[in-house]
């Protein structure tokens, strides 16, 4: 089994989808890209969150099409577009950006104290935070 099917089955097996568009972009990411050398544990990580709606799996979708086709040679310009990204944004969207930046990073993730997000924000990064555990437990 491939690294990415890994990934894939212990995300469905602990039920971390939260329905089957997500599953499906999530899918069609990781069927594309699983196989290129830029595919690491941090960037499965981000297709996770970003395949939660149609707005960020677009993001990624360009930015994973410009990295197939040699323009980029690794997830550097994606953490660069995520900053760019999350200076532009404030509440929730801040904090997706900067969670993803994290995983490209692969490092811990640590909410701000006082940060202010709707309980739909703090559900996703919850969420993404489960899947971020998986992942890594599925690559052990």
């Keep these: 089994m491939s690294k990415s099917d890994r990934y894939l089955t212990v995300l469905d097996e602990r039920g971390l989808f939260e329905n089957s568009e997500h599953r499906t972009r999530f ?3 990781v069927d594309c890209y699983g196989e290129y050398p830029f595919f690491t544990k941090g960037l499965c990580k981000c297709m996770y969150l ?3 709606d ?3 799996f677009a993001i ?6 410009d990295l197939a086709i040699g ?4 997830t550097e310009e994606m953490r660069i577009q995520g900053d760019a990204l999350a200076e532009r944004e404030n509440g929730g969207e801040y904090y997706v950006y900067q969670l993803s930046n994290a995983f490209l990073d692969g490092e811990v993730f640590v909410l ?3 940060a202010e997000l709707s309980d739909a924000y703090m559900y996703i990064i919850r ?3 489960e899947a971020e555990k998986a992942i890594d437990e599925a690559e052990a």
């Design 27 to 29: 899918k069609e990411l």
């Design 50 to 52: 970003s395949a939660w």
């Design 54 to 56: 149609q707005e960020h």
């Design 60 to 65: 990624i979708l360009q930015v994973l099409s």
């Design 71 to 74: 323009r980029e040679r690794d």
């Design 112 to 114: 701000e104290e006082g």
């Design 127 to 129: 969420r993404a935070l």
